[in-house]
């Protein structure tokens, strides 16, 4: 069967999963625990052979700790499904309730988008967590992991398939897609799929935009920064910059431009350099940095993001120099502060148009997880709908519900009638 | 200037506006409001002008009707900008407080999208509309309005410009686009421009969503439905029908398709037929119901938006099959039930997938008025975002704003310090 014929049925089938009760869609949740557990022996051996084919063919060392799905992945994710499970329901949420007139009420409540494709890299937790923040939310979705673990994402999938029907759920509530032609068949399906999450590079996040009609929820790039003030404490700020740049620098939330104040930059900059020296990283500065430290000079208007050890930085005279470069050159994900000023750190929250806006932390705790979301499909830089790490509450959209008795708005226009607006 | 250079000023404005106190804002409704009034003779002149334009063009007399800027349309501005300058502020308001670890706190808070193109048709009360909802929400606004309301677009938007300046709001909140050609220009803004509102046909909106990578919110058709049970009260629904149909057929709200329940068709029929003809509209109906009432017949697969006073009528067995229906071929606007039996009508609710579901009312009632939202900038059908009638809720996003002591992801991901998730 071909992708859109299958989805065409998720279409159809997609109210009744949205209607399923939350006991039930909780309850699916802690089956798929069950049998992940059940079946772990031979997760594992799929896993196996997929580590084999990347051990072959010579994946790097850090891509290859991303494919593993050993114990303590299984565990992980099993703590995540028993998190997720217990989260109360993002469905049915009434959030407002008015009576128009006497009698006639306009509620709305919270349902699920619906069917919602997903686009995701060779990591088989991904998989858990997706397929899961989806059911819990009562969303169909297609589901196509990166083929470097097709034999952990087949078995994974398969287990949680039969689970959710097991459940109680639609048959086609879910669905895996594996051929890589698969996506372009998908992107053609905007009368059937309602959101596209796709997760990667830029380059690709762009193509899956460029190529459909469906709406995309996905983040361009994560070009964060730290602007470090005139006011700020460099026992605290070195220790943060060295986390936003080191702790995961294939993350979007890790640093790539540090903002250094011109009144600090004498006294803090060979600190800064001698801690990023010994951390490994290298330091790229516009011309009066380098000229102060040393390292590679880079020109004042390309500050790319380079998700590696290497970090570029550029000295200001005042937080609004800062702000403005961060809004013209930054990508909206996660830009910080580091000062000790309570009002200059008030107007850089206020100012910096971001997703993200931190006063002395890390740039990195921008996580669903690290938010107390459970987990998260993606972080998202677009400025609608779901902005920053999305959770359960950005898989729902609402509805309008009208209940009346023969109301018409002839009456209403006409002067016969006329509304009351009472928030009930 | 270019619109592009005007846009990009704009862009840089943005964050001043976002962070205008809510008094300011409202003043500046308020200024409006008293200059429209006291610049009132001058409006009604450049009215005139373009009315003189159309009567010499041949537009036809429902359009003009729309062209038509006179006391009681100012009036009506008027008294919806005294209404929304009177409504609580959308801005600054806390959507979740958590501490994360003790003194470590995640906030976050409604933000302006920031800059807002509007394409809207030639209706001068619109252009007040729709920028003074923008300023409230401290949105940054490009209109461009329809051609034959040149004159009056211009009195009015210099009036609303000079006072929102006036009011002491940024210089370059608002710009106007009077041709054709500066919306593609608009289209490519995508650095610039957060977000399009097109307002119009199908085609139109069609156009501008394949042609820009500015997310675009608005709707692309209305085919609404009514589904009248087996169990509906005739005497609610004929008056319903009516009024769905002819109160206002151009709106995207008015029902386009008739649904009715084959047990009460033999009854039910005749006396639709007859109040159809009395109020000129025009039946199509599949053979089954033309072989009843006569009319022309249509096949059972195509059913357009008429947008005049035609409807089409289709037999079904069961609410199921309605919903099916409905689900199917409608464009997931508003659509209704008549009925009296209440288990009936919360099957329809739940299991119909639209932006308003209604119980026992005309489909004419999807409106940001009639909602109570003040005004609307349009209507959406997209399941992102804003869904229904778009007011002020939807015209606003959020940021995350993290306020911390040094705090490093190192440190939690080590154990040394441990996520506690206290929602304040």
């Given at each position: 069967m071909t992708i859109r014929e299958e989805v065409k049925k998720m279409k159809l089938e997609a109210p009744v999963l949205a209607a399923s009760s939350a006991d039930i869609r909780s309850a699916a949740l802690l089956l798929i625990k069950e049998n992940l557990e059940k079946h772990a022996a031979e997760i594992f051996t799929e896993n196996g052979k997929d580590l084999a084919k990347a051990a072959e063919t010579g994946v790097p060392a850090a891509i290859v700790k991303r494919l593993k799905f050993d114990e303590k992945k299984l565990q992980d994710v099993a703590a995540g499904l028993v998190q997720l499970a217990a989260l109360?329901?993002?469905?049915?949420?009434?959030?407002l309730s008015r009576?128009?007139?006497?009698?006639?009420v306009l509620t709305r409540v919270t349902c699920p988008i619906g069917v919602i494709g997903v686009i995701f890299e060779a990591r088989p937790d991904a998989l858990v967590q997706i397929s899961s923040l989806c059911i819990k939310s009562g969303n169909c979705a297609v589901l196509k992991g990166g083929k470097e673990t097709t034999y952990t994402n087949r078995i994974l999938f398969t287990i949680i398939r039969d689970s959710v029907i097991a459940a109680g759920?639609?048959?086609?509530?879910l669905l895996q897609a594996e051929q890589h032609q698969e996506i372009d068949e998908l992107l053609e399906c905007d009368d059937c799929v309602d959101l596209l999450i796709p997760r990667g590079s830029n380059a690709f996040v762009r193509y899956i935009m460029d190529h459909t009609r469906i709406p995309v929820m996905g983040h361009a790039d994560g070009i964060c920064h730290i602007y470090v003030d005139a006011a700020a404490d460099p026992e605290k700020a070195i220790p943060v910059i060295l986390d936003a740049k080191t702790?995961?620098?294939?993350?979007?939330?890790?640093?790539?431009t540090l903002l250094v104040n011109r009144k600090i930059a004498p006294e803090f900059l060979p600190r800064l350099d001698a801690a990023l020296k010994e951390a490994g990283v290298k330091l790229r500065g516009t011309k009066e940095v380098t000229d102060m430290i040393g390292g590679e000079t880079i020109t004042d208007d390309v500050f790319p993001e380079?998700?590696?050890l290497i970090v570029s930085v550029k000295l200001v005279d005042t937080v609004q120099e800062a702000v403005l470069h961060i809004n013209r050159?930054?990508?909206?994900h996660t830009d910080a502060i580091l000062t000790e000023d309570a009002d200059i750190a008030a107007y850089f929250m206020q100012m910096v148009d971001s997703a993200g806006v931190y006063h002395n932390?890390?740039?990195?705790?921008?996580?669903g997880f690290r938010y107390g979301?459970?987990?998260?499909?993606g972080i998202s830089?677009?400025?609608?709908?779901?902005?920053?790490p999305v959770g359960l509450e950005g898989l729902v959209t609402y509805k309008y519900l009208l209940t009346g008795h023969?109301?018409?708005v002839g009456d209403f226009a006409s002067g016969k009638r006329s509304f009351h607006f009472k928030d009930l």
């Open positions: 109360p329901d993002p469905l049915g949420k009434k959030t009576e128009l007139d006497t009698g006639f759920l639609p048959e086609h509530s702790q995961y620098t294939a993350a979007c939330n890790a640093v790539e380079y998700l590696d050159f930054g990508s909206h932390c890390s740039t990195r705790f921008a996580d979301f459970g987990a998260e499909v830089t677009s400025k609608l709908h779901a902005r920053g023969g109301e018409v």
